[in-house]
């Protein structure tokens, strides 16, 4: 079974140049998690999907940073106007609604911003 | 608020060693609470969970953790290090209708 593919692996940034990170959920999983997670830190929720539908998006920089799902599988979290403290590590994960807690995430979106 | 605490940031253990690792929580109520890995280069893989039941939870490669209530604590164990343990732990908590809030994690190290 394919787990949690993000991509790109690796972006570096000027500031305030964009980036778009692309996720790919396990097959059948309907609900979908953004994390953020600055180096030696642990992970923060962005914002969470269950099928095409946010349901929490509190944590979002709405300014900067915007998340969808339109059909309730893939998922892109894009950043305008990067600024230098975005730079982080960008984490993608899936799970079932009825599975509390246990989450499949993806190796990550390791973002530079110069 | 839901929130987690490590209190410790890197802990050194000899190989064979046991190891513990501590996590306090702040809920109002009963949470469901998490111990995540993450090792050099792969992404956060779940250790192992507590849903309210058994306070003692067995987990993957050894591990387990308890629960407190009166001490809002889920400390994880494993009785003998390996050095494949080298890696990054992360507490979490959470209810069902949220997303899991994590610790900012504890760097083992793992020596001869």
């Known amino acids: 079974e394919a787990g949690v593919t993000q991509s790109p692996r690796y972006a570096v940034l000027q500031e305030g140049q964009a980036v778009s990170f692309w996720c790919d959920p396990i097959s059948g999983h309907d609900t979908l998690y953004w994390y953020q997670q600055p180096r030696d830190q642990g992970p923060q929720l962005l914002v969470y999907f269950r099928d095409e539908a946010v349901i929490d998006n509190s944590q979002l920089p709405s300014d900067r940073f915007s998340a969808v799902r339109p059909k309730g599988t893939n998922s892109t979290l894009k950043i305008q106007s990067a600024k230098q403290g975005d730079t982080a590590t960008y984490l993608c994960?899936?799970?079932?609604?009825?599975?509390?807690?246990?989450?499949?995430f993806g190796e990550g979106s390791k973002l530079t911003v110069l | 608020a839901q929130s987690v605490t490590q209190p410790d940031a890197r802990v050194t253990v000899s190989e064979g060693a046991s190891l513990q690792l501590r996590c306090k929580y702040s809920?109002?109520?009963?949470?469901?609470l998490f111990w995540y890995v993450q090792y050099p280069r792969q992404g956060l893989q779940l250790l192992l969970k507590y849903y309210p039941g058994d306070p003692v939870v067995q987990g993957v490669n050894g591990f387990e953790a308890e629960f407190s209530k009166s001490n809002s604590s889920f400390h994880l164990r494993k009785a003998s290090v390996h050095w494949s343990d080298w890696a990054v732990y992360f507490c979490?908590?959470?209810?069902?209708?949220?997303?899991?809030?994590f610790g900012l994690g504890t760097r083992v190290s793992v020596f001869p």
């Open positions: 809920y109002f109520g009963t949470p469901y």
């Open positions: 994960a899936s799970s079932f609604a009825g599975t509390t807690g246990q989450l499949y």
């Open positions: 979490a908590v959470t209810d069902y209708a949220q997303g899991l809030t």
